[in-house]
């Protein structure tokens, strides 16, 4: 045999580099290194928290860190300019790493300036606020800088604004106003601010003093419906500012639904509002608030995450907290809506009308919960295949992973029997009952060539850990385009915040994007469309 007619470059074993931007994965085979500013993005928007299959939370937070780091010191522009677009966006469903981001950011001294003018944008919220002062503190000291910036915080809004933030994010991570305004002391011409203020670090109330903080503390110090149901009305009170006791109230909450609860309170209070009879089958508030749910108008506005609702949705319609904390009967019209909604949540999204295969890698590594939320990279995955299936008419959609039966290298495709006219929580279990094995993204080209399948683009999701293929994915790509003489092209959907990609960066018809960004769907078809 001559050894010669092993090696070449259209045909390498994933588990050798087949090119010199190449370098091994956590899984063992090699792929292919994102830059700083994709990794950024992908730290960003889907956070480090749960790890992945391969890396512990911690080692995968210091590698991001280590981004943020490089980047302050090199391109402080373009870190903030990118912590800021993905926070004002909402593309990620927490804030926590655009805050942690920033605030490393206000340590560097070339990165420093930019980060603390950014503070407003990103810090939209008390809790925001107090999130950053804490990550803050591991990284430097309270200088003017830093006490200045957030001065600005506080004197930049008006009384009415401030009395609410701090009325109703009233402290966090062992942080509260009081305590950041001791810190920064903020100086203002504004006597209904500074009455705000001396409420705050005194308890002090005055003439100047906001009426919502009046009726904020006669709602804390009141025992009986009728006091919390007027106060509610009559200063706009939210659920967060009333006590525990006024919650459990059926009267308060018509009186909060009559004043309107935001749409992500309204998500989350949907079970504590069927279990308190607010939202039964017929009657009550539940058209209304079905019909709140699905507004895209209100869920755009509000910056309501698609992986949010996904969650809420799979919370509510299993009838019971994911903490155990009490159960509830669905009711039938809400967990539509909640369903409805995690599509309208994304937006309008036009289609390519190109003919699209959807692969989800199903294998071991992606049946990890992601983000810290209750929900697994595949179960994502599918959730996304499924916004796609719903808008792209020439669309099908697969599950992939390495065969069982006959070792690591055998192909298991198959089709993925999910549709947009299932429930949410149902198509998720289909996807959960799929066998799991190896991880071999090149599997969907290798699978569309064998098959003569016609296929314009190719949409694979996964965490970018691939080994198990005797080709690499942008070979099978290269080979696929040979063959079928179509110029298909591949979307690499990432679901884990790792700096690995299977699309070859040079490759104008490869696409790296990060699967949690709710702009992804709406790339997806731009893209294949040849924008
Ligand atoms: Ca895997």
């Not at 909402?90 to 950014?118: C, D, H, I, M, W």
């Not at 002062?133 to 008006?158: H, M, P």
């Not at 290298?409 to 959960?432: E, N, T």
Request: with cysteine; net charge negative.
């Amino acid at each position: 045999m001559d050894v010669l007619r092993t090696l070449g470059l259209r045909r390498t074993p994933q588990g050798e580099r087949a090119d010199t931007r190449q370098e091994l994965n956590a899984a063992g085979g090699y792929a292919f290194v994102l830059d700083d500013v994709a990794r950024l993005r992908r730290f960003l928007t889907l956070g480090v928290d749960g790890g992945t299959y391969y890396a512990a939370p911690r080692e995968l937070a210091r590698e991001n860190a280590e981004v943020v780091g490089r980047m302050a010191h090199e391109d402080p522009e373009t870190l903030v300019g990118t912590i800021v677009d993905v926070s004002v966006r909402g593309a990620a469903p927490r804030q926590n790493p655009a805050l942690f981001a920033l605030a490393y950011a206000a340590s560097v001294p070339e990165s420093a300036p930019l980060a603390l003018a950014a503070l407003p944008a990103v810090a939209r919220t008390g809790t925001h606020l107090f999130l950053f002062a804490g990550y803050v503190e591991q990284f430097r000291g309270w200088g003017r800088g830093l006490r200045r910036a957030v001065a600005g915080w506080y004197t930049s809004k008006d009384a009415d604004a401030l009395a609410y933030q701090a009325v109703k994010y009233r402290q966090r991570e062992g942080w509260s106003h009081r305590d950041l305004l001791r810190l920064a002391h903020p100086t203002t011409a504004s006597p209904e601010l500074r009455a705000t203020f001396d409420w705050i670090v005194r308890g002090a109330v005055g003439d100047a003093t906001p009426t919502l903080v009046e009726g904020f503390v006669a709602a804390q110090a009141a025992t009986d419906t009728a006091t919390w149901v007027d106060l509610v009305r009559r200063h706009r009170l939210s659920w967060e500012m009333l006590p525990d006791a006024a919650l459990g109230e059926v009267a308060v909450w018509d009186a909060l639904l009559d004043v309107g609860v935001p749409q992500t309170a309204l998500m989350r209070q949907l079970p504590r509002l069927t279990r308190l009879g607010v939202l039964p089958d017929l009657g009550g508030r539940t058209d209304e608030v079905v019909a709140q749910l699905v507004d895209s108008d209100r869920l755009r506005s509000a910056r309501v995450h698609p992986v949010s609702v996904l969650v809420a949705q799979r919370t509510y319609a299993s009838g019971r907290s994911a903490r155990g904390a009490g159960e509830w009967t669905p009711t039938r019209k809400v967990t539509d809506a909640l369903d409805a909604a995690f599509y309208a949540a994304f937006g309008a999204v036009e289609p390519s009308g190109k003919r699209t295969l959807l692969a989800v890698d199903v294998s071991g590594s992606m049946g990890d919960t992601i983000s810290g939320m209750p929900i697994t990279a595949r179960e994502a995955s599918a959730a996304l295949a499924l916004v796609q299936l719903a808008t792209e008419p020439a669309a099908t959609a697969v599950g992939f992973t390495t065969g069982q039966g006959g070792g690591w290298y055998d192909s298991a495709l198959r089709p993925l029997a999910i549709s947009p006219r299932q429930r949410l929580d149902d198509a998720l279990r289909v996807v959960d009952a799929m066998p799991m094995s190896g991880t071999d993204c090149a599997l969907p080209m290798v699978w569309a060539t064998e098959q003569g399948a016609e296929v314009d683009t190719f949409v694979v999701y996964t965490d970018n850990e691939t080994w198990a293929g005797d080709v690499h994915p942008h070979q099978a790509l290269a080979e696929y385009r040979r063959r079928s003489g179509i110029d298909a092209r591949l979307v690499v959907v990432g679901m884990t915040a790792t700096g690995f990609s299977i699309a070859d960066p040079s490759d104008a018809g490869m696409l790296d994007v990060v699967g949690f960004d709710g702009a992804v769907p709406s790339l997806i078809t731009e893209f294949a469309r040849g924008l």
